[in-house]
Structure formats: structure tokens, C-alpha cells
């Protein structure tokens, strides 16, 4: 099976950073995009950051110049950079990826989350 596992997560005061990680791991072909969604109490999941195999990034608005999403493909791991924080960043952040396992075919994944609080 593959699995994705996040770490990284915490309470923050606002004007903090935090950094998150994503390793995927199991039996593993190949991955495509990788990023990172949020959502918080009442509200819709949304997209925070994606990263393309080839590095191509890809940001929410609301986190440009802020927040900085970075791979490790040797690793299989995707991290986020969160820098500046502000309380509307509190959320459950989760991890999402395109991994083709051995011997399937492309699917998409998510990791169980790890909650982000930024609160004084």
C-alpha cells in the first residue's frame, strides 16, 4: 500500500513559522504532482501550494510571498515552508499526491492531516 504520513505540525504564535513534511512511502512506481490543501472549522478544504515532478509551483493567494513548497524526489517527501503566520492560517493541513504504484495505475492520495494552530 502506499501512505502518505505528514509531520511538522504545531501551535505557532502569529508572526511565527512552521515547516511541514510529507513522505510517501510503500510500493512506489512513480509520483507526479504533490502539494498541500487545508481546512478549516466550517469551511471547505482548499489548495494551499502544489509542486509539479519537475518543480513547477503552483500557490493559493492568500499564501503567496509567505508560504514556500519544496520536493525531495529522492525522498518521495514534499515539504511546506510556512513563514509570517497569521491566525486565518489556522487549519488541518493535509497532504496530496498523484502516485503511480507498481503494477497500477495513476491514483490520487491524501495523508490523515496534522493541524496547524496560530494563536497568541
Known amino acids: 500500500q502506499v501512505q502518505l504520513v505528514e509531520s511538522g505540525g504545531g501551535l505557532v504564535q502569529p508572526g511565527g513559522s512552521l515547516r511541514l513534511s510529507c513522505a510517501a512511502s510503500?510500493?512506489?512506481?512513480?509520483?507526479?504532482?504533490m502539494g498541500w490543501y487545508r481546512q478549516a472549522p466550517g469551511k471547505q478544504r482548499e489548495l494551499v501550494a502544489t509542486?509539479?515532478?519537475?518543480?513547477?509551483?503552483n500557490y493559493a493567494d492568500s499564501v503567496k510571498g509567505r508560504f514556500t513548497i519544496s520536493r525531495d524526489n529522492t525522498k518521495n517527501t514534499v515539504y511546506l515552508q510556512m513563514n509570517s503566520l497569521q491566525v486565518n492560517d489556522t487549519a488541518v493541513y493535509y497532504c496530496?499526491?498523484?502516485?503511480?504504484?507498481?503494477?497500477?495505475?495513476?491514483?490520487?492520495?491524501w495523508g490523515q492531516g496534522t493541524q496547524v494552530t496560530v494563536s497568541s
Open positions: 496530496n499526491a498523484d502516485i503511480r504504484p507498481w503494477l497500477s495505475r495513476l491514483l490520487n492520495y
Open positions: 510503500g510500493s512506489i512506481f512513480s509520483i507526479n504532482g
Open positions: 509542486m509539479t515532478s519537475n518543480g513547477i509551483a
